[in-house]
């Protein structure tokens, strides 16, 4: 596609022909101190997986998760300097065969980090630990601690409406895991951006290469047709090309040869919303010599797409279709209170065994305590319904009823 050609700096001669650079951040700093904040999220999660054929066990966890963040405010002056930090720690209090800490057996996971940060005017370079949320760099906040890497990252907003991204990376942690170096990222090297032409309509561009990997490129169109206060109909589409390293582990766990492997994953969303309810249908396309690869530098939130929930639909040649429903209960009289069901399927699969298919039946329930003492509190009860063709299974995941479980409270200390 030539809109994949096109260069974070066009995007930016653009916006600066209609828009005044907005007023400086820098220039408002308060101080280092006085801008200052220390919260601590407690995290209680419950996973069970109850696989139905051919597995020796079903999966049961039960941990407390602590997540300490502290930001500093940035000193006063033309560069302001700042220090973030974070504090992991989790205790497994039940399980079996699952294991909330991927890698050795264990029953509990620590670790730390801090990043210094700069900032000139809108623009700040922030570098150490840290959390990301890129469409080719996301931190996996799914499990009991959240993903972290190490490295570099520019991020600059001196055009209104435009936000520009630039990282070098070189260290990451497993999904679910706190520890640095335990992923597989050798450099990842990205830039890119977001740019709202309206208030409705937005448009993001990225560019990514990880050493040994693969180059990636991502584009996101996002846009919002209000038909009243209550009624808006969105439309949102998100695409990955993906160019493998020959030989690259990530080709060849996702079908390839290891020879000029490509992918392409793409998906359309369609969001009509009235009142309290909203209905969804999408549609997801997988394409080239493998599935869509990610988690290999990258991040296990690195799959902007329609179409992920406990499967992502994301295998070699996969089409799959989606139905949803959500209901935010404020409008029945219970702010906080929130449910989306979802159905998923998918084929045209190809399994190296023949043609697969895989379908997915998705509730949550959600809810956050408004007022009182326990404000902020909340409530996350999520079930998957798994099935696939045998050929699926023995590749991919296995016949499967999942539930999890968070309780969640946030304290804010500073």
Do not use: C
Request: proline letters at 2%; aromatic letters at 14%.
């Amino acid at each position: 596609m030539k809109v994949m050609k096109w260069s974070v700096m066009a995007l930016a001669v653009a916006a600066g022909t209609s828009q005044m650079a907005v007023a400086s951040q820098q220039s408002e700093s308060k101080g280092f101190v006085e801008d200052a904040s220390l919260d601590l999220l407690l995290r209680n999660t419950y996973w069970n997986r109850d696989y139905r054929h051919n597995v020796e066990y079903d999966r049961k966890t039960w941990a407390q998760g602590f997540i300490a963040t502290f930001e500093s405010g940035f000193t006063q002056g033309t560069i302001g300097v700042g220090v973030d930090a974070y504090g992991l720690l989790g205790v497994k209090l039940d399980g079996g065969q699952e294991d909330m800490f991927p890698g050795e057996p264990k029953n509990w996971e620590d670790e730390a980090g801090a990043a210094v940060k700069f900032r000139l005017s809108n623009t700040t370079l922030k570098y150490g630990k840290q959390f990301v949320a890129l469409p080719i760099l996301a931190t996996d906040d799914s499990r009991l601690l959240p993903q972290a890497f190490t490295g570099g990252l520019i991020t600059s907003n001196e055009i209104d409406g435009l936000e520009i991204n630039a990282g070098h990376f070189t260290a990451d942690s497993a999904m679910g895991r706190a520890d640095s170096d335990s992923g597989r990222l050798k450099e990842n090297n990205f830039v890119g951006g977001t740019y709202a032409f309206t208030e409705n309509l937005s448009a993001s561009l990225y560019f990514s290469d990880i050493k040994d990997q693969y180059e990636k490129q991502y584009a996101n169109v996002n846009y919002l047709m209000p038909f009243s206060d209550s009624q808006s109909l969105s439309f949102d589409f998100n695409i990955y090309r993906t160019d493998f390293e020959d030989g690259a582990v990530s080709a060849t766990d996702w079908g390839g040869d290891g020879n000029n492997d490509k992918n392409t994953i793409w998906s359309l969303a369609a969001k009509y919303s009235v009142g309290s309810h909203a209905f969804i249908l999408a549609h997801q396309r997988v394409s080239g010599d493998t599935g869509y690869a990610y988690d290999y530098g990258d991040g296990g939130g690195a799959i902007w797409v329609a179409n992920s929930y406990l499967s992502d639909f994301n295998s070699k040649d996969e089409r799959s279709w989606q139905a949803s429903y959500e209901l935010d209960f404020t409008g029945y009289g219970v702010p906080g209170l929130f449910w989306k069901s979802a159905y998923v399927y998918g084929d045209n699969i190809d399994t190296g065994n023949g043609e697969g298919t895989e379908r997915e039946f998705f509730n949550q329930v959600s809810y956050v305590v408004q007022n009182g003492a326990a404000k902020d509190l909340s409530f996350k009860v999520r079930n998957s319904t798994y099935r696939s063709s045998n050929n699926m299974n023995q590749f991919y995941i296995p016949d499967t009823n999942e539930w999890r479980l968070f309780v969640e409270y946030p304290l804010s200390i500073l």
